[in-house]
C-alpha cells in the first residue's frame, strides 16, 4: 500500500484551476513537512510548495507563489493543492511528498515518503 496517493490530475487549459489531492496512509509520518514536487521530462524533480504537517507553516516556490495554495486536513490525513492560473510550463507531473525541510528549500534529498505522481497538462 502507498503510503502518499495522489489524485485530481488532468488537462486544463492556460488560465483554469485544478486541485490536486493527496491521501496519506500512514499513520506515523516520520516526516515533519508535507508537500508537492514536479517533475518534466529530462529535469530534476522540484519542489513547489510544503507545509508542516499539523500545519503553521507553508514554503512557496517562486515559480507558483501567489498561485498555489497547499492546504491540509489532519482528521481526513489529506493534503491539497489549489493551483490557479495555471500556465503550460505547469505542465509536469506532480508528486505528493513527506519530508524534511533544509535551508536550501523544499528539495528532492530531503524526502522520506513519495506518492506515484498524477500529470497536470495546461494547454495554451
Known amino acids: 500500500q502507498e503510503q502518499l496517493e495522489e489524485s485530481g490530475g488532468g488537462s486544463v487549459q492556460s488560465g483554469g484551476s485544478l486541485t490536486l489531492s493527496c491521501v496519506v496512509s500512514?499513520?506515523?509520518?516520520?516526516?515533519?513537512?508535507l508537500g508537492w514536487f514536479r517533475q518534466t521530462p529530462g529535469k530534476e524533480r522540484e519542489g513547489i510548495a510544503a507545509?508542516?504537517?499539523?500545519?503553521?507553516?507553508?514554503w512557496y516556490d517562486d515559480s507558483v507563489r501567489g498561485r498555489f495554495t497547499i492546504s491540509q486536513d489532519n482528521v481526513r490525513n489529506t493534503v491539497w493543492l489549489q493551483m490557479t492560473d495555471l500556465k503550460p510550463e505547469d505542465t509536469a507531473t506532480y508528486y505528493c511528498?513527506?519530508?524534511?525541510?533544509?535551508?536550501?528549500?523544499?528539495?528532492?534529498?530531503?524526502?522520506?515518503?513519495w506518492g506515484r505522481g498524477t500529470q497536470v497538462t495546461v494547454s495554451s
Open positions: 511528498a513527506a519530508g524534511a525541510m533544509g535551508v536550501e528549500g523544499w528539495t528532492a534529498p530531503r524526502i522520506k515518503y
Open positions: 500512514e499513520q506515523n509520518l516520520n516526516a515533519k513537512w
Open positions: 507545509e508542516t504537517i499539523g500545519g503553521g507553516a507553508t
